[in-house]
T-cell receptor, first 114, second 117 residues
Protein backbone atom coordinates (compact mmCIF):
# COMPACT_ATOMS: atom_id res chain seq x y z
CA UNK A 1 0.00 0.00 0.00
CA UNK A 2 0.88 3.65 -0.21
CA UNK A 3 3.52 5.02 2.14
CA UNK A 4 4.05 8.73 2.65
CA UNK A 5 7.27 10.05 4.13
CA UNK A 6 7.44 13.56 5.49
CA UNK A 7 11.01 14.74 5.60
CA UNK A 8 11.05 17.62 8.05
CA UNK A 9 9.91 16.96 11.58
CA UNK A 10 10.30 20.59 12.64
CA UNK A 11 10.80 23.89 10.87
CA UNK A 12 11.57 27.21 12.49
CA UNK A 13 11.27 30.26 10.26
CA UNK A 14 11.28 33.98 10.79
CA UNK A 15 8.03 35.80 10.22
CA UNK A 16 7.80 36.85 6.60
CA UNK A 17 10.11 34.12 5.34
CA UNK A 18 8.92 31.00 3.50
CA UNK A 19 8.57 27.52 4.97
CA UNK A 20 8.89 24.46 2.75
CA UNK A 21 7.75 20.97 3.71
CA UNK A 22 8.65 18.02 1.53
CA UNK A 23 6.91 14.67 1.21
CA UNK A 24 7.55 11.61 -0.90
CA UNK A 25 5.19 8.78 -1.75
CA UNK A 26 5.61 5.26 -3.05
CA UNK A 27 2.60 4.43 -5.20
CA UNK A 28 2.88 5.75 -8.77
CA UNK A 29 -0.90 5.39 -9.11
CA UNK A 30 -1.57 8.02 -6.46
CA UNK A 31 -3.36 10.98 -8.00
CA UNK A 32 -4.41 13.22 -5.14
CA UNK A 33 -2.28 14.86 -2.45
CA UNK A 34 -3.95 16.89 0.32
CA UNK A 35 -2.37 18.87 3.11
CA UNK A 36 -3.86 19.28 6.55
CA UNK A 37 -3.04 21.69 9.34
CA UNK A 38 -3.36 20.97 13.05
CA UNK A 39 -3.11 23.88 15.44
CA UNK A 40 -2.27 23.33 19.08
CA UNK A 41 -5.06 21.50 20.87
CA UNK A 42 -7.23 21.33 17.79
CA UNK A 43 -8.11 18.80 15.14
CA UNK A 44 -6.96 18.63 11.55
CA UNK A 45 -8.36 20.86 8.92
CA UNK A 46 -7.83 20.77 5.19
CA UNK A 47 -5.70 23.58 3.75
CA UNK A 48 -4.88 22.74 0.14
CA UNK A 49 -4.56 19.82 -2.25
CA UNK A 50 -3.14 19.02 -5.66
CA UNK A 51 -4.19 16.45 -8.24
CA UNK A 52 -1.82 14.66 -10.53
CA UNK A 53 -3.02 16.42 -13.66
CA UNK A 54 -1.17 19.59 -12.60
CA UNK A 55 2.25 20.24 -11.10
CA UNK A 56 1.52 23.47 -9.26
CA UNK A 57 -1.38 24.92 -7.32
CA UNK A 58 -1.62 28.12 -5.32
CA UNK A 59 -4.16 29.28 -2.79
CA UNK A 60 -3.30 32.68 -1.32
CA UNK A 61 0.05 32.20 0.48
CA UNK A 62 0.13 28.44 0.03
CA UNK A 63 1.76 26.77 -2.96
CA UNK A 64 1.84 23.04 -3.60
CA UNK A 65 4.28 21.54 -6.10
CA UNK A 66 4.09 18.02 -7.46
CA UNK A 67 6.92 16.13 -9.14
CA UNK A 68 5.42 12.88 -10.34
CA UNK A 69 8.68 11.56 -11.72
CA UNK A 70 10.37 11.89 -8.34
CA UNK A 71 7.15 10.97 -6.49
CA UNK A 72 7.55 14.07 -4.40
CA UNK A 73 5.23 16.90 -3.41
CA UNK A 74 5.87 19.94 -1.30
CA UNK A 75 4.02 22.67 0.55
CA UNK A 76 5.39 26.20 0.42
CA UNK A 77 4.04 28.64 2.97
CA UNK A 78 5.07 32.08 1.75
CA UNK A 79 5.26 35.30 3.76
CA UNK A 80 4.75 33.34 6.96
CA UNK A 81 2.68 34.80 9.78
CA UNK A 82 2.42 33.75 13.43
CA UNK A 83 -0.92 32.02 12.76
CA UNK A 84 0.89 29.66 10.40
CA UNK A 85 2.51 28.01 13.42
CA UNK A 86 1.04 24.51 13.54
CA UNK A 87 1.70 20.91 12.57
CA UNK A 88 1.24 20.22 8.88
CA UNK A 89 0.47 16.77 7.52
CA UNK A 90 0.82 15.60 3.94
CA UNK A 91 -1.32 12.69 2.79
CA UNK A 92 -2.18 10.48 -0.13
CA UNK A 93 -5.05 8.05 -0.71
CA UNK A 94 -4.36 4.44 0.08
CA UNK A 95 -4.55 2.99 -3.40
CA UNK A 96 -5.46 -0.58 -4.25
CA UNK A 97 -8.20 -0.34 -1.70
CA UNK A 98 -11.81 0.64 -1.57
CA UNK A 99 -12.70 4.21 -0.79
CA UNK A 100 -10.71 7.33 -0.15
CA UNK A 101 -8.97 6.55 3.10
CA UNK A 102 -5.78 8.52 3.53
CA UNK A 103 -2.30 7.62 4.63
CA UNK A 104 -0.57 10.51 6.37
CA UNK A 105 2.97 11.64 6.84
CA UNK A 106 4.29 11.93 10.38
CA UNK A 107 3.73 15.69 10.47
CA UNK A 108 5.99 18.77 10.42
CA UNK A 109 5.86 21.22 13.29
CA UNK A 110 6.24 24.74 11.88
CA UNK A 111 7.19 27.54 14.25
CA UNK A 112 7.07 31.09 12.98
CA UNK A 113 9.33 33.34 15.05
CA UNK A 114 8.59 37.06 15.30
CA UNK B 1 -23.03 23.64 9.95
CA UNK B 2 -21.67 22.30 13.22
CA UNK B 3 -18.97 20.21 11.61
CA UNK B 4 -18.14 16.68 12.69
CA UNK B 5 -19.10 16.15 16.31
CA UNK B 6 -17.28 13.72 18.57
CA UNK B 7 -18.16 12.79 22.10
CA UNK B 8 -16.81 12.57 24.67
CA UNK B 9 -13.85 14.88 24.15
CA UNK B 10 -11.90 13.14 26.91
CA UNK B 11 -12.32 9.69 28.37
CA UNK B 12 -10.31 7.98 31.07
CA UNK B 13 -10.75 4.28 31.61
CA UNK B 14 -9.11 1.68 33.74
CA UNK B 15 -7.28 -1.20 32.13
CA UNK B 16 -9.74 -3.88 31.08
CA UNK B 17 -12.76 -1.59 30.89
CA UNK B 18 -14.78 -0.84 27.80
CA UNK B 19 -14.76 2.49 25.95
CA UNK B 20 -17.33 3.68 23.42
CA UNK B 21 -16.61 6.69 21.28
CA UNK B 22 -19.27 8.54 19.29
CA UNK B 23 -19.13 10.43 16.03
CA UNK B 24 -21.78 12.49 14.27
CA UNK B 25 -20.73 13.24 10.68
CA UNK B 26 -21.65 16.36 8.79
CA UNK B 27 -25.22 16.10 7.55
CA UNK B 28 -25.30 14.84 3.99
CA UNK B 29 -21.86 13.31 4.08
CA UNK B 30 -21.90 9.72 2.95
CA UNK B 31 -18.49 8.52 4.13
CA UNK B 32 -17.21 8.24 7.69
CA UNK B 33 -13.63 7.45 8.62
CA UNK B 34 -12.01 6.63 11.94
CA UNK B 35 -8.32 7.37 12.57
CA UNK B 36 -6.10 7.12 15.62
CA UNK B 37 -3.38 9.65 16.42
CA UNK B 38 -0.42 9.02 18.70
CA UNK B 39 2.94 10.70 19.07
CA UNK B 40 4.81 7.55 18.10
CA UNK B 41 2.67 6.22 15.23
CA UNK B 42 1.20 9.46 13.95
CA UNK B 43 -2.14 9.22 12.18
CA UNK B 44 -3.35 5.70 11.47
CA UNK B 45 -6.42 4.67 9.52
CA UNK B 46 -8.76 2.38 11.41
CA UNK B 47 -12.00 1.87 9.50
CA UNK B 48 -14.35 3.42 6.96
CA UNK B 49 -18.09 3.41 6.19
CA UNK B 50 -19.88 4.55 3.08
CA UNK B 51 -23.65 5.03 3.19
CA UNK B 52 -23.56 3.30 6.59
CA UNK B 53 -22.03 0.13 5.16
CA UNK B 54 -18.64 -1.00 6.43
CA UNK B 55 -16.21 -0.80 3.54
CA UNK B 56 -12.77 -1.31 4.97
CA UNK B 57 -11.66 -2.14 8.51
CA UNK B 58 -8.13 -3.15 7.62
CA UNK B 59 -6.64 -0.79 10.20
CA UNK B 60 -8.65 -2.08 13.11
CA UNK B 61 -6.98 -4.26 15.73
CA UNK B 62 -9.18 -7.29 15.24
CA UNK B 63 -9.62 -8.63 18.71
CA UNK B 64 -10.94 -5.77 20.81
CA UNK B 65 -11.97 -3.02 18.41
CA UNK B 66 -15.30 -2.76 16.62
CA UNK B 67 -17.14 0.00 14.78
CA UNK B 68 -20.71 0.45 13.72
CA UNK B 69 -22.81 2.94 11.86
CA UNK B 70 -26.43 2.17 12.72
CA UNK B 71 -27.78 5.23 10.93
CA UNK B 72 -26.52 8.06 8.77
CA UNK B 73 -26.20 10.43 11.69
CA UNK B 74 -23.79 8.59 13.90
CA UNK B 75 -21.02 6.05 14.15
CA UNK B 76 -19.48 4.39 17.18
CA UNK B 77 -16.07 2.94 17.87
CA UNK B 78 -16.00 0.46 20.71
CA UNK B 79 -12.87 -0.79 22.42
CA UNK B 80 -13.29 -3.75 24.74
CA UNK B 81 -10.87 -4.61 27.50
CA UNK B 82 -8.89 -1.40 26.99
CA UNK B 83 -5.14 -1.52 27.35
CA UNK B 84 -2.67 1.31 28.04
CA UNK B 85 -1.43 1.08 24.45
CA UNK B 86 -4.92 2.06 23.28
CA UNK B 87 -4.34 5.53 24.71
CA UNK B 88 -4.55 7.93 21.79
CA UNK B 89 -6.67 10.62 20.19
CA UNK B 90 -9.35 8.99 18.10
CA UNK B 91 -10.42 11.11 15.16
CA UNK B 92 -13.56 10.80 13.10
CA UNK B 93 -13.81 12.36 9.66
CA UNK B 94 -16.54 12.56 7.04
CA UNK B 95 -16.61 13.33 3.35
CA UNK B 96 -19.32 13.79 0.77
CA UNK B 97 -20.09 12.24 -2.54
CA UNK B 98 -21.06 14.35 -5.49
CA UNK B 99 -21.78 13.62 -9.10
CA UNK B 100 -21.38 9.92 -8.50
CA UNK B 101 -17.82 10.37 -7.31
CA UNK B 102 -16.51 10.52 -3.78
CA UNK B 103 -14.72 13.61 -2.61
CA UNK B 104 -11.27 13.09 -1.22
CA UNK B 105 -11.56 16.06 1.13
CA UNK B 106 -12.19 14.88 4.64
CA UNK B 107 -13.58 16.99 7.45
CA UNK B 108 -12.25 16.02 10.85
CA UNK B 109 -13.93 16.19 14.21
CA UNK B 110 -12.17 17.50 17.33
CA UNK B 111 -11.23 13.99 18.43
CA UNK B 112 -11.69 11.98 21.60
CA UNK B 113 -8.62 11.73 23.81
CA UNK B 114 -8.68 8.28 25.39
CA UNK B 115 -6.45 7.62 28.35
CA UNK B 116 -6.20 4.07 29.69
CA UNK B 117 -4.67 3.88 33.14
Amino acid sequence: GEKVEQHESTLSVREGDSAVINCTYTDTASSYFPWYKQEAGKSLHFVIDIRSNVDRKQSQRLIVLLDKKAKRFSLHITATQPEDSAIYFCAAPMTNSAGNKLTFGIGTRVLVRP
Amino acid sequence: NAGVIQTPRHKVTGKGQEATLWCEPISGHSAVFWYRQTIVQGLEFLTYFRNQAPIDDSGMPKERFSAQMPNQSHSTLKIQSTQPQDSAVYLCASSFRTGGRSSYEQYFGPGTRLTVL
